[in-house]
């Protein structure tokens, strides 16, 4: 059986949509984009004309690569102000045997919610920590157990509400329903995660355009988070008052000429750039290298101060995710900046290669795992919308560099 799922990512500075599909124990990209956004400050909505603009554009980009509409998704909302407990449920086993069901599941996590939000907050979403099946504890997946009760330790998430509903109205406007929603530090860990780090205590640290989200996991449930009202904007800036050129050509220069390290600089690479006043000046590759590794290392440090302020315990990990990490010599000032244990996530998945997509994917991969738990599968995309994928396959358009159609089609056909 194979599921589709939509994730959607919506902040500060872009609009990241992937749609992957579960198949044979592995996630397939379908198709993915990424949109400029506009009406988002510091991952809050301050003009939902404009985002739901934004969105619009990104479905209308996306939707020719599927041949179909995209009427429901899984979304990130902002972590601003968000709340972290530990609570508990109960309930009765129902099934005749006695046996646990994802049912059973569902509905103990449906208790530990009961009376633990204020009337200003919205649930995020809860994350079992670990289950007890009458006498027995510690049990993480108690499916096929038999007893008479459960009880489930989970950790509860939840933001304020005035954040959350603007994003759920944008949707709403758009013809999408949201059928969950969840933190873009939580995708971002779901998309890195191995074995080892659902094991240890460590830290996701992902610099957007405006802010540095820093969430701190334990064995892969996520305990504390904090943002840095700092981000990449801040190397535009940068590079913007040192040579007199606008932000867009600032941001163009970053992403397309300079590099994260000096190291990797070419000192004999130069290019010529008209300033704001129309003056001409030369760039030195190596001395604008200069600029952009300054800032990173203060953005990193940063959010190394933070991940002592949140935990005094051992961190066994750092791994460092958002669109510049994708620059040359990045992974570099990573290890020198906060140690060895430290790394940049490498995304080498066909169809999203390039940590920007980090969050979009990683919830598909949280949400399947949590459907899975609860013995469901996803409804997103039915029988009826696949057949109709098959019947427009000559509408699908490669939408990236990665995406070969032929592999796309491979996925319905050849499976």
Known sequence: MRDIYTGIDIGSDSIKIVISEFLDNRFNILASTNVRSAGIKKGLIVDKDLVVNSLRLAIKEIEPSIG??????????????????????????????????????SNALEESVQDQLSHK???????????????????????????EYLEVKAVLATAPSSNIIPFLEVFEECGIEVEDITFGSIGDYYEAKTSDTDKSLGAIINVGSDTVNVSIFNKGIIIKEANIDLGSKNIDKDISYVYGVDLTTSRTLKENFA???????????????????????????????????????EL????????????????????????????????????????????????????????????????????????????????????????????????????????????????????
Do not use: W
Request: hydrophobic share 35%.
């Open 68 to 105: 179909v509409k995209i009427d429901k998704a899984i979304v990130t909302v902002p972590s601003n102000d968000r709340r972290f407990s530990v609570v508990a449920g109960t309930t009765r086993i129902i099934n005749e045997d006695n046996g646990v069901s994802g049912e059973d599941i």
């Open 121 to 147: 907050e919205s649930l995020v979403t809860v994350i079992p920590i670990t289950f007890s099946v009458d006498d027995k504890e510690g049990v993480l997946d108690p499916r096929g157990l038999s007893g």
């Open 259 to 297: 590099v994260c390290s000096r190291r990797y600089a070419d000192v004999n690479d130069v290019l010529e750039i008209e300033t704001k006043n129309g003056d001409k000046v030369i760039i030195n590759q190596y001395e604008i290298s200069e600029i952009v590794e300054s800032r990173v290392v």
């Open 300 to 415: 990193l440090k940063l959010a190394k101060k933070q991940i002592n302020n949140l935990t005094k315990r051992k961190i066994s990990y750092i791994i460092v995710t958002g669109g510049v990490s994708e620059l040359t010599g990045f992974s570099y000032v990573v290890e020198n900046t906060l140690g060895i244990t430290a790394n940049t996530l490498n995304i080498t998945t066909i169809g999203i290669r390039n940590n920007k997509y980090s969050s979009a994917s990683g919830i598909i991969k949280y949400y399947h795992e949590k459907l899975k738990l609860r013995d469901q599968s996803s409804d997103m995309f039915d029988e009826e919308k696949i057949e109709e994928m098959l019947n427009n396959k000559n509408n699908i358009k490669k939408t990236t560099n990665d995406t070969i159609v032929s592999k796309v089609f491979g996925y319905f056909i050849g499976n």
